[in-house]
């Protein structure tokens, strides 16, 4: 039974996260994650924390952030301070995105849905995953607004191609294609972990899901265990062994800038391409067509000893920043490090970890808390440095 004026997922929120705990005592995205951590199982944790091989460029996401210092001003008026921008043409609250992270829904069940919700309730755009446990039509029937839909080419085109159409069926408003993931790199962690997609029973792995009851009762009410974007549309799959050996056997290294142009042909929409992280791609992918481009590098999931996302940056704002919009990803976890990527170029920024962290932590209200962290982080930080609008920060925020 519901308490009077509570919603069905302010009660499943209270649930998750447990006695004697509050969003209120969460200053910032490390409490996030340390909660996360402690209330879901092992393998889906490191799914989202970890990186591939030695994970040097994970780290040198966030390090080379942190190295980059601000030039603190005094007696500037700031008192009219907005983080209201556009994105894409679009009006966005802040210049913040929720990037694609796929099995959302195994951090919390119907992960996707209460990300999108969290998202659009504060006014940004939310990035649906191929890899993602609740469908694209899960999503369209749970939300009001349009989202994001990010895609993986896989060798089976006709499912590619019929992926995208339900994309447009669902009114997505804008497709991200990502492009650094021919070749998959190995995430040792995920190896050790045996994971798994739904989990496959061990005695190690009914213990942990035994300390968190929370996690598995909110899964299991959840719509989906499984790819719910694959699951039932491609034939042979019926099965979690079979659903495993085509997926990894799908991904394709013959994807070439050609295939960018059968995408135009089937998508009328606005076109995102992540993962550049040379100028020369940056200059290839602005012939395209694309709207944007996703300075990244996947999280530091893929080329390990690839540098930080925020060292290539300013060059590649600098040859390509004049024709085709430029977004930034890796290794944010403050509104400090939105600043410093928006002094390097950035019209935008897109978080992963960060909210994934929100979400396991507490579901929606922590997707909510993360966003707003980050949200009060940056326009403190605006403050400080004598600005008060999006536009205004550039490189002279920047300690030389």
């Not at 301070?81 to 609250?93: D, Q, V």
């Not at 609740?134 to 006709?158: H, N, T």
């Not at 009851?213 to 042979?236: C, D, E, M, Y």
């Not at 100028?279 to 996947?298: M, R």
Request: charge should be negative.
């Amino acid at each position: 039974m519901l308490d009077d004026g509570e919603t069905k997922d302010l009660q499943d929120l209270r649930q998750t996260r447990g006695p004697g705990t509050s969003m209120k005592h969460i200053t910032c995205i490390e409490d996030l994650r340390q909660l996360h951590k402690r209330r879901v199982p092992k393998a889906f944790f490191d799914y989202a924390d970890r990186g591939s091989y030695t994970e040097d460029t994970l780290r040198a996401n966030s390090a080379d952030l942190q190295q980059i210092k601000f030039r603190q001003r005094i007696l500037v008026d700031v008192s009219k301070r907005s983080l209201s921008t556009t994105i894409l043409g679009e009006p966005s609250a802040m210049p913040l995105i929720l990037a694609p992270v796929g099995l959302l829904g195994m951090q919390h069940g119907d992960g996707e849905i209460y990300a999108c919700r969290a998202a659009q309730a504060a006014g940004i755009p939310f990035t649906q995953s191929t890899m993602s446990i609740c469908s694209i039509e899960d999503i369209a029937a749970a939300v009001d607004k349009p989202f994001w839909f990010q895609l993986y080419v896989m060798k089976d085109r006709g499912f590619i191609k019929s992926l995208i159409e339900r994309a447009i069926a669902a009114k997505c408003s804008a497709l991200v294609l990502t492009v650094d993931l021919q070749v998959i790199g190995q995430r040792h962690q995920d190896i050790k972990n045996g994971m798994t997609v739904p989990p496959e029973w061990s005695l190690s792995k009914l213990i942990d899901f035994a300390t968190k009851p929370a996690w598995v009762s909110g899964v299991l009410q959840g719509k989906r265990r499984t790819f719910g974007n694959i699951a039932g549309h491609v034939k042979g799959t019926e099965d979690l062994t079979k659903l495993s050996e085509w997926t990894a056997s799908q991904f394709d290294t013959s994807l070439n800038w050609k295939d960018i142009d059968w995408i135009r042909s089937i998508w009328p929409g606005k076109l995102i391409l992540k993962g550049i992280l040379d100028v020369e791609d940056a200059e290839l992918a602005a012939k395209t067509g694309a709207q944007a481009i996703v300075v990244s590098n996947h999280g530091g999931r893929q080329l390990d000893g690839a540098p930080s996302s925020i060292e290539v940056l300013p060059e590649i704002a600098d040859a390509v920043g004049s024709q085709i919009e430029i977004m930034f990803d890796g290794g944010i976890r403050t509104g400090m490090d939105m600043m410093r990527a928006l002094a390097l170029g950035a019209k935008s920024c897109m978080i992963g970890r960060a909210y994934a962290y929100g979400l396991g932590a507490g579901g929606q209200e922590g997707v909510a808390k993360a966003i707003d962290i980050l949200a009060k982080e940056l326009t403190t930080t605006m403050g400080l440095c004598g600005v008060n609008t999006i536009a205004e920060i550039d490189d002279h925020v920047l300690a030389v």
